[in-house]
């Protein structure tokens, strides 16, 4: 297991024995009759900050405030441990795991490829790559969404933006879902070996060629000043390579999953497609994924307990969206919400705040959008098959594992 603990641990004597809870975000229990997000509101019955003996003991925030707060207090909370528990991840992944100031040179290499022009023209082609799969889709009056469209659509996306191999999509997608879903470091460890190597020889390969994409940007790091050595050069790879194809994949079916039990969802969206915007940044308040740790710096206190230096505090994001205090009826999806139509998007905690907040935002505003636009214009009204029922699951991602739709044709 590298050193790395995942059994529970005794309570320390700072932590009082009302704030100890017995919550495993791996495999929570309460997921078998429910969602991801009927276990964190279950967790919000209990006090706004707790303590939890697993995978080595760390804090949890409850809390849409406690959430915001941490985000924003990198000097206190840091990205530099970003795995629960602290040294599970054998790999750091810049920018997301560098502190700022030293976090904004990362993110200048990558800052280019979400500009607005490109992201437009990236809409441009999601919309066609969605409009292929509905083609092979519409006359079965049925699929699997999330192996049928969510995993593809997304990491279409991304390898345009890296320019890797269409036709190894489906084993990209098999290593990062073996890597993001691993529950102990040796785990992780097996899994990162076949990314880290296909990554590495093509690193090699742009760093020898004269090409425009994001990969090569990243190779090219290498001729930086401040380049600190080849760990930075693949652990931004590996950020973009996870980030493309997981999270939104899992943000594409539980939307999908929603409409699917909410007819009158699909209708509105399909006699009114201008509320499209503001129902996308509802999705993305009401779905929530990242379960992400902090390494605390300083002894911090609030709301009545001390979190010491050298403990993990865990930032779950779904839990922030269900927040009763922060929304009115925060589990239903109000396409007129006040704050969706907010510029630059919702109110909602979804992408982060502060510096580190979400790179790719705008990339997956538009492919959720474009989702919507294009699914609810050809695809009639759809249905969860009776016969199979969703599957969700926790981990650093909430996601979909199962999502079996049909509709008539």
């Not at 200048?108 to 409009?131: H, I, W």
């Not at 409409?259 to 201008?274: G, I, K, M, T, W």
């Not at 300083?298 to 009763?324: L, N, Q, Y």
Request: charged share 25%; proline share 7%.
């Amino acid at each position: 297991m590298g050193g790395v603990s995942f059994s529970t641990v005794e309570k320390p004597d700072h932590v009082p024995a009302d704030r100890v809870v017995d919550f495993d975000y791996m495999h929570p229990e309460g997921l078998e009759g429910g969602t991801v997000y009927d276990v964190l509101r279950a967790l919000q019955q209990g006090p706004d900050i707790v303590w939890t003996p697993r995978y080595g003991g760390h804090w949890v925030v409850t809390r849409f405030d406690d959430v915001k707060w941490v985000q924003e207090n990198f000097a206190i909370f840091s990205h530099e441990e970003f795995t629960i528990p602290r040294e599970a991840s054998p790999v750091k992944m810049p920018p997301l795991t560098v502190d700022p100031p030293n976090h904004a040179r990362y993110r200048a290499v990558l800052n280019p490829y979400f500009t607005p022009k490109r992201v437009a023209k990236m809409g441009d082609q999601a919309r066609a790559l969605t409009n292929e799969l509905i083609d092979r889709l519409i006359d079965r009056g049925k699929c699997d969404f999330r192996k049928d469209f969510a995993e593809i659509m997304p990491a279409a996306m991304f390898l345009g933006i890296v320019d890797l191999p269409a036709d190894r999509r489906e084993q990209f997608v098999e290593w990062g879902k073996a890597f993001m879903h691993a529950d102990n470091a040796q785990a992780r460890q097996i899994a990162l070996g076949p990314i880290v190597s296909y990554l590495s020889g093509k690193i090699e390969e742009r760093y020898a060629g004269d090409g425009e994409d994001m990969l090569t940007a990243i190779a090219r790091w290498r001729d930086n000043a401040r380049f600190g050595g080849e760990h930075e050069v693949i652990g931004m790879a590996l950020l973009v390579f996870f980030g493309g194809l997981d999270t939104v994949a899992n943000l594409l079916s539980y939307v999908a999953w929603h409409l699917a039990e909410h007819p009158e969802h699909q209708r509105r969206l399909r006699e009114d497609p201008a509320i499209i915007p503001a129902a996308a940044e509802e999705y993305f308040r009401r779905f929530g994924l990242s379960n992400t740790g902090r390494l605390i710096l300083s002894d911090v206190t609030r709301d009545g307990v001390t979190m010491k230096a050298g403990e993990m505090v865990m930032v779950p994001i779904g839990a922030a969206s269900i927040d009763d205090r922060r929304y009115s009826d925060p589990f239903t999806v109000d396409f007129d919400r006040p704050g969706n139509f907010a510029p630059g998007g919702g109110s909602h905690n979804t992408f982060g705040n502060g510096p580190h907040k979400c790179l790719g935002q705008p990339l997956a505003r538009a492919e959720l959008k474009v989702f919507l636009e294009e699914w609810m214009k050809r695809v009639p009204e759809f249905r969860i098959d009776p016969e199979r029922r969703p599957v969700s699951h926790m981990g650093s991602v909430n996601g979909v594992s199962h999502l079996h739709l049909v509709w008539d044709i």
